[in-house]
């Protein structure tokens, strides 16, 4: 299981990204710009907890750290 944020500040794409705090990212959002998604398999889990709780955000996995659910 690994732990997974989401970055409350919108990318300039209109996503906002999903992190993986348990291996850690070079892209790894400020410490108050993190919200809290809880422990996952994968990414995938992280991501559609994230829609579930943000329905009409664009929520998209990090290129770097979740790359299995980076689509745009
Ligand atoms: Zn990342």
């Given at each position: 299981?690994h732990?997974?944020?989401?970055?409350?500040?919108?990318?300039n794409?209109g996503?906002?990204?999903?992190?993986?705090?348990?291996t850690?990212?070079?892209?790894?959002?400020?410490?108050?710009?993190?919200?809290?998604l809880?422990f996952?398999?994968?990414?995938?889990?992280?991501?559609?907890?994230?829609?579930?709780?943000n329905?009409t955000?664009?929520?998209?996995?990090?290129?770097?750290?979740?790359?299995a659910?980076?689509?745009?």
């Open positions: 299981m732990r997974f944020i989401i970055n409350k500040q919108q990318q794409n996503d906002f990204e999903v992190h993986n705090a348990t850690g990212c070079s892209f790894m959002p400020q410490l108050q710009n993190q919200v809290e809880g996952h398999d994968d990414c995938s889990g992280a991501v559609a907890k994230a829609k579930a709780a329905p955000l664009r929520i998209n996995g990090c290129y770097y750290c979740c790359r659910c980076h689509t745009s």
